[in-house]
């Protein structure tokens, strides 16, 4: 589940020149370069197909990205080039000096916010991370797989659809995770009990990782290509508010 948040600016569509792609293209770990990128979008025009039918052969598996801006220029850039293709209209590769290369930033973990709790910056800069840093998301993926599995087990028995279940794990993964990287002393394993029933006793989870959870579901259920029904919703819902008060009661020392 990857989500949009915050403010961006306007999509343009608009080429810098052949340096600035090139640049933008290694950055996203494509082994093209900009003649390479022309080659393929001539011959996808001559043969009347879209230009969605060419970008994602630009890269081997998904494209990767020091920060949203960077990824937002990529396409402006690509989708220009394509336009000025179409459109017939000369192009000059070659514009005087190279401009200054888009920098590669080494996504940072965001500060703990043990002892307290965590807010919505938090949260944002949490998922953002996790986003940005594959290896680190796998990390917490094994984390999250080894010391949640009995969580897991009754997750798979819930009766929940494919859709439904491939949600709810998704977004408990992602909220283990940010405790993780917010509560250094890290957790311990969920009683898989707490699906089957609500804690009253327990004090709230913090309204930032609720939040978080709850826009997840909104998305999920306008989800264009496998929207959940409002039955499945609801019982995801459930299944995901307990699965989440059981993980951060399991914070260890808390």
Same mark, same amino acid.
Not at 138 to 160: M, W
Not at 187 to 201: C, H, I, M, N, Q
Not at 212 to 233: C, G, I, K
């Given at each position: ?17 052949? /340096?600035?792609? @090139?640049?933008?293209? /290694? ?17 996808? /025009? !001559?043969? +009347?197909?879209?230009? @969605? ?7 081997? +598996? ?8 960077? !990824? ?75 010391? /949640? ?12 659809? @494919? ?49 978080? !959870? ?8 306008? @989800? ?18 307990? +699965? ?11």
């Amino acid at each position: 589940m990857s989500r949009s948040r915050g403010r961006h600016t306007e999509f343009v569509h608009h080429f810098e020149g052949a /340096q600035t792609l @090139d640049g933008l293209l /290694q950055l996203a770990g494509s082994s093209c370069d900009t003649y390479e990128v022309l080659t393929r979008m001539r011959s996808a /025009q !001559a043969e +009347g197909q879209p230009h @969605d039918a060419v970008i994602p052969t630009l890269f081997q +598996g998904e494209p990767h990205f020091s920060s949203p801006e960077v !990824a937002q220029r990529l396409f402006q850039n690509l989708l220009g080039l394509w336009d000025l293709l179409e459109e017939g209209k000369p192009l000059q590769l070659d514009e005087g000096p190279r401009p200054p290369r888009p920098k590669k930033v080494k996504p940072v973990p965001p500060p703990a916010f043990a002892p307290g709790e965590p807010g919505s910056e938090f949260v944002e800069a949490a998922w953002r991370y996790l986003e940005d840093e594959e290896k680190e998301r796998t990390r917490r993926l094994h984390s999250f797989e080894n010391r /949640q599995d009995a969580l897991l087990g009754a997750l798979d028995v819930a009766g929940l659809t @494919d859709e439904g279940y491939a949600v709810a794990r998704h977004l408990l993964f992602e909220l283990h995770a940010m405790m993780e990287l917010g509560w250094p002393p890290g957790l311990v394993s969920v009683d898989p009990a707490v699906l089957e029933r609500e804690d009253t006793k327990a004090p709230p989870v913090p309204k930032a990782l609720t939040a978080y !959870a709850e826009e997840a579901l909104f998305e999920a259920e306008q @989800d264009e290509e496998h929207p959940l029904s409002a039955e499945e919703l609801a019982r995801v819902r459930t299944l995901v508010r307990r +699965g989440l008060a059981g993980l951060w009661h399991a914070r260890k020392g808390s």
